[in-house]
């Protein structure tokens, strides 16, 4: 592809019109940008400063980072607030290979997971200048020095022997410490007592590392800290000696379609962060903000693509953005799979029943006085397995759980669930049979009465094959000496052969995916990165360059700017695919 300079400018105005991850907005920015107005943004920004240990729980982009982020930025500046730490642990990934070439990975995991709070804690107090000061006594006091713990944290994340300072100071970092660490900066603040602000907290690729770091939030909970972290639904399961309802209190972060606040609060949402939002139609808002299915990111990356896509009608060019906004998502669900491979076969029967939802609706749908959205499975059909795949479709966002209902005599309790907006539009699920998909038509239908019950059939209804219900199971990789079929999961050795199982390292798959698979690059990206860096093949590849941004700015075209966005890209293609 040939690159000339409106094709440069206007994919610089594409890029940076509009920046929809909380991670790399501003401090500023973020405080401008926020509708605190919304009944979603008021209890989650509540239960946040509250005492109490919390989890925010919700799928990626329904902002949860950005609520995070805003409850501390709103506690540096106001001082009848809590003290606030806002810590990420979003690069826990690169802790996996410890659990397989170091003697004692948990120990090593509460160094990290610790040293990340305090260097936190540290930054919240420095954060007004005239506090400064008062770090360097905290360090000589606690005996935890802030290089010497960012020399710890950066050796464990990159897999580094420890010296024997390291180790030493690995050892003395504790639970009681850190409590220690965080009253005593809120006495300095002039604060009656602490949040904790714990992001990225899911760790769904190591449970290992999942139970030792829920303990570690529950140890640290006490009468003036109150610890709250951010999870997914659907892959993150609890330790057992960590009990969600008993130990804490879940506040959900993902607004269901059907809310009645829905539309309110997504327009608030938009008009915050989205300049162009009324010059819009109506009933192309609408449809996008039905499409984004509770996500705000969502939203206003449709909105913004709207905007900028050509197209000869409104008709046709929703239909693409919805279009590329589906295949985007079930491309991350189906990601999952090369994360977690033993996910496999739920990943693929998971997208079958998704598609077979649809068009249940879609075949229902055929009264134009009424509109049906919901799908009911029989409890009974909700095995440990099947219960495992439609969490995996919730923690991609595909599928809203609207809770069970119960039906007919003798009673039969039916979960019942929302399949994604925009396979249903995309299919035109809500008009009549595929006639009638206009804009008008489509909206009309949105605004009609709702199915009094939702569309029930035995799960093995909802697939083409019912066998690949029967037949649900994990997906683990075979002996690589005979081929023998593992047996579990947790298995170290083959029953066949008696050759040592090598784990598969979630790691090793994430260096080893193709630059031009990466979600996010332009088209003239790929093809000007595989044209002139015929070096930088994989992920692998990019992170082993001393100085990647610098080869990039080699290629002609790529600047700072281009570059420090290709670089943004990739960086965050690793931390989704291994958070």
């Keep these: 592809m040939k690159l000339t300079q409106k094709s440069i400018q206007y994919e610089d105005e594409l890029e940076s019109a509009l920046e929809p ?30 005492s109490g240990l919390k989890t925010l729980v919700g799928p990626r982009g329904c902002g949860k980072t950005h609520m995070m982020r ?39 995991f509460h160094a990290w997971a610790l040293g990340l709070i305090v260097l936190a804690t540290y930054g919240s107090i420095s954060y007004k200048p005239e506090h400064a000061a008062k770090v360097l006594d905290l360090e000589l006091k606690l005996g935890l020095p802030r290089a010497s713990l960012e020399t710890l944290v950066s050796a464990l994340e990159k897999n580094q022997p420890l010296s024997e300072e390291q180790a030493k100071l690995s050892r003395e970092i504790s639970v009681s410490r850190v409590q220690q660490l965080l009253d005593l900066a809120c006495k300095l603040t002039e604060r009656k007592r602490t949040v904790l602000l714990l992001d990225d907290a899911a760790l769904t690729l190591t449970p290992t590392y999942l139970i030792e770091f829920l303990d570690i939030v529950r140890a640290l909970k006490s009468t003036t800290i109150a610890p709250k972290a951010s999870v997914y639904p659907g892959t993150t399961e609890y330790s057992p000696r960590f009990h969600a309802g008993q130990d804490s209190t879940a506040v959900f972060v993902w607004l269901s379609v059907e809310a009645d606040e829905y539309q309110s609060d ?7 962060r989205f300049a162009d939002f009324d010059q819009i139609s109506q009933d192309v808002v609408e449809l996008i903000r039905f499409a984004a299915f509770g996500i705000p990111r969502a939203y206003l990356t449709m909105l913004h693509e709207y905007k900028e896509r050509p197209g000869k009608t409104s008709q046709q060019t929703l239909n693409q953005v919805v279009e590329a906004h589906l295949n985007a998502r079930l491309a991350e669900f189906r990601s999952i799979a ?33 509109v049906q959205l919901l799908v009911g499975v029989p409890k ?111 298995q170290r050795f083959c ?19 193709p630059i031009e698979e990466v979600p996010g690059l332009t088209p003239w990206q790929i093809s000007t990165i595989k044209k002139e860096l015929p070096k930088l093949r994989t992920i ?40």
């Design 21 to 50: 991850r909380a991670d790399y907005i501003p401090p500023d920015k973020l405080m401008q940008e926020t509708a605190t107005h919304s009944s979603l943004f008021e209890n989650v920004h509540k239960a946040l400063l509250n």
């Design 70 to 108: 805003y409850a501390w930025l709103t506690c540096q500046n106001d001082t009848s607030k809590p003290f606030a730490v806002y810590a990420s642990f979003n690069k826990y990934y690169r802790l996996e290979p410890l659990l397989v070439s170091r003697a004692s990975p948990p120990d090593e």
């Design 266 to 272: 997504m327009d608030q949402i938009a008009r915050c």
């Design 338 to 370: 090369k994360k977690v491979p033993k996910l496999q076969e739920l990943i693929s029967v998971g997208e079958s029943v998704l598609n077979g939802m649809v068009r249940a609706i879609k075949s229902s749908n055929g009264d134009s006085t009424v």
């Design 380 to 490: 009974e059909d909700l095995t440990a397995i099947v219960k495992r795949m439609f969490q995996l479709l919730i923690e991609a966002g595909l599928v809203f759980d609207a809770n069970e209902v119960k039906h007919g005599t003798p009673e039969r309790i039916y979960q019942r669930y929302i399949p994604h907006g925009a396979a249903l539009l995309q299919s035109r699920a809500m008009t009549n049979k595929d006639a009638g998909g206009t804009l008008k038509n489509t909206c009309e239908a949105l605004h009609r009465k709702r199915a009094k019950h939702p569309v029930r059939r035995k799960l093995e209804k909802y697939v083409d094959d019912p066998s690949l219900i029967q037949k649900l199971d994990f997906a683990l990789p075979p002996c690589t000496s005979c081929a023998a079929p593992r047996v579990s999961d947790e």
């Design 495 to 513: 029953t066949n052969c008696g050759s040592q199982l090598v784990a598969v390292s979630t790691f090793d798959n994430c260096l080893s995916v």
């Design 540 to 579: 692998r590849d990019y992170l082993a360059m001393q100085d990647p941004a610098a080869e990039l700015r080699t290629v002609y075209g790529i600047g700072l700017r281009r570059s420090a966005r290709i670089a943004d890209v990739l960086h965050g293609f690793v931390d989704d695919f291994l958070s």
